[in-house]
């Protein structure tokens, strides 16, 4: 099956610093790239979906100037949490689709983020 | 409002021993239903996908069933082993794949 990777797999920041995720597709073109976050104990919640070479699409109540998504190539996207808060703590996942891919769409394994 | 409920939220069962979790939508218009099991700390893997047509698919141990028309789908789960201790969520899309409904998830817990 295809491949997504994410690094880093977690992280510690100080509130006010920003922080960056990458998401890697290892052996596909991934025109399509999704963020996902999840809190303990809840499920996944979109926060913003991204093309190559586009701008990112954000959910509603995603604050799009505080996680800045930049698919610059068809096998790398990045979120970056700016002015990070503890709230923002949470657990970060992407996931990708191919080119002419009907359903499927692979997920990373995950970034542990946390802001003290 | 697109909703997918899952129940049990949550479950033990012993090592050996079978189980059915189950998945409610009320997705519109409806395009495939999928499963995922996520291990803790970790993205969640497919387990199963089913459109319209298709109305049980299995994956080794798993077997998912759907059907369409009361808007339900199950994943059973056969000789359970203690590494299927997971969550197990039912995600239902509205279109060919981008647009998801994550269901609340089901945590099982498979004890010796």
């Known amino acids: 099956g295809a491949v997504v990777s994410q690094h880093p797999s977690w992280v510690i920041c100080k509130s006010g610093t920003s922080v960056k995720i990458e998401c890697r597709s290892l052996d596909f073109q991934a025109t399509t790239m999704f963020w996902y976050r999840q809190f303990p104990k809840q499920s996944l919640m979109l926060m913003a979906t991204s093309n190559e070479g586009s701008k990112a699409t954000y959910e509603q109540g995603v604050e799009k100037d505080k996680f800045l998504i930049n698919h610059a190539s068809l096998t790398l996207s990045t979120l970056t949490v700016t002015s990070a808060h503890p709230e923002d703590s949470s657990f970060y996942i992407c996931?990708?689709?191919?080119?002419?891919?009907?359903?499927?769409?692979?997920f990373g394994p995950g970034t542990r983020l946390t802001v003290t | 409002k697109n909703q997918v409920e899952q129940s049990p939220q949550s479950l033990i069962i012993l090592e050996g021993k079978n189980c059915t979790l189950q998945c409610n939508y009320t997705v519109s218009p409806f395009s495939n239903l999928r499963w995922y099991k996520q291990d803790t700390g970790r993205g969640p893997v497919s387990l199963t996908i089913m459109t319209f047509s298709e109305n049980t698919k299995s994956n080794g141990r798993y077997t998912a069933t759907l059907d369409a028309d009361t808007k339900q789908s199950s994943l059973h789960i056969t000789a359970s082993q203690l590494s299927d201790s997971a969550s197990y969520i039912c995600v239902v899309s509205t279109d060919a794949g981008n647009m998801l409904t994550f269901g609340g998830g089901t945590r099982l817990m498979v004890k010796p």
């Open positions: 996931s990708a689709r191919g080119t002419g891919w009907v359903y499927e769409q692979y």
